[in-house]
């Protein structure tokens, strides 16, 4: 197993100006602010439509708009749910578009926005209204196996998920093209090779239609695995003679570590479980007199238990969260520790670091708290930290 060192975070004032520290902070406080405010009005509102008599009635006139059939009071409640949440976070998301848009970050107007937005409401949607829908009715219907065959099916959907995604959802968002032959699809596929990541394709997506930021990724399992490349970070790296394909091999190189330490699989895998853990704690739950009484439903094959369940399923995310956001932040730290392994570029790695946070706006200051609970990667100046520990080290 690697040993994955992790410094503490250096001061950001010793990689970047003051003025390119006050403009960061500047932008992501109070964004994280609004994103806060966004998170707490989504679980009041959860709270108030599964607890309260005016919350209940909102979902129980919309399932009776099915009569008496089960399924389609079970999908109207959903998605009454859905729709009052959407409806109540539109605003918040609006304020960050504008907030991208005042500072260069968004390439698209408002009506673009608005698009992606509904799609992402509607692929939300479904991916809801299905595990939910199915859930409810089979706590009603109770078929053989009942509550095992609800865990099994729930894990078979995250793997189809991880599988399809990358082919069904991601196009909704962007249009991807091949990398065209070169020097830097050459050195991108030979560094997948040196990693031992079998990859399938080269792709290049065009962010740049919706914003200014950069980034990289590694999606598909098997033989549907590919490298895709926002289209920004290809233009913010510049030209290969001044040192881009190198910026651009090293990001790609810490997506390769995911693939090559099975991050993506684990976490395929992790997330099958917690789903299948998830729904026989939902059954369990529901059979407790107290909860059913709370919710006001006769128990989980009751169709109007879906806003009960979404409840129960913010709040057993927010409990997680710690716990998983210290798991991601160790796996990337691991993954840029074996990037500068395989590239042996720290120089590289500060100014892709320093990109990054000044494309991106990166909280240059972060609150620990918040990065504890909620921080997916380790700070800015923590990464640069390690890079620079790599370097004294080599």
Request: hydrophobic letters at 55%; aromatic letters at 6%; glycine letters at 8%.
């Amino acid at each position: 197993m690697i040993v994955v060192p992790r410094p503490p975070a250096a001061d950001p004032l010793e990689a970047f100006t003051e003025d390119e520290v006050g403009a960061c902070v500047a932008f992501a406080k109070p964004r994280q602010r609004w994103g806060l405010a966004a998170y707490a009005a989504d679980l009041a509102l959860l709270a108030a439509l599964a607890l309260t008599g005016p919350g209940r009635a909102v979902v129980r006139s919309a399932a009776g708009l099915a009569g008496s059939w089960a399924p389609g009071r079970v999908v109207l409640a959903t998605v009454a749910v859905l729709a009052v949440r959407a409806a109540a976070g539109l605003p918040f998301s609006v304020r960050a578009f504008r907030q991208d848009a005042r500072a260069g970050l968004a390439t698209q107007g408002l009506d673009g926005f608005l698009r992606d937005w509904a799609k992402g409401r509607a692929v939300g949607l479904v991916l809801t209204v299905l595990p939910v829908g199915a859930l409810v009715l089979g706590a009603r219907w109770r078929p053989p196996g009942w509550p095992l065959v609800a865990a099994a099916a729930a894990v078979l959907l995250v793997l189809a998920l991880a599988v399809a995604g990358p082919v069904l959802i991601e196009p909704l968002f962007n249009r991807f093209r091949p990398l065209g032959p070169g020097p830097l699809r050459a050195r991108l596929l030979a560094l997948a090779a040196t990693m031992a990541v079998p990859v399938g394709d080269v792709l290049v997506a065009d962010a740049s239609r919706r914003t200014t930021r950069v980034n990289a990724y590694v999606s598909g399992l098997g033989r549907t695995r590919r490298v895709v490349v926002y289209d920004t970070l290809l233009a913010a790296a510049g030209p290969e003679s001044d040192g881009g394909a190198d910026e651009v091999a090293l990001v790609v190189a810490h997506e390769l570590a995911h693939v090559r330490h099975r991050d993506v699989l684990w976490g395929t895998i992790g997330a099958a479980a917690l789903a299948a853990v998830s729904v026989l704690a939902a059954v369990a739950l529901f059979e407790l007199g107290p909860v059913r009484r709370t919710l006001a439903v006769a128990g989980l094959g009751d169709p109007l238990a879906a806003p009960g369940l979404l409840l129960l399923a913010a709040l057993g995310s927010l409990a997680v969260s710690p716990l998983a956001s210290a798991i991601s932040r160790w796996a990337e730290a691991r993954a840029d520790w074996v990037s500068l392994e395989v590239t042996r570029d720290p120089a590289t790695a500060v100014a892709v670091e320093r990109r990054l946070a000044l494309e991106n706006r990166a909280d240059l200051r972060p609150n620990r708290l918040l990065l504890a609970l909620f921080a997916s990667h380790p700070s800015t100046m923590a990464r640069i930290a390690q890079a620079w520990l790599w370097a004294e080290r080599h």
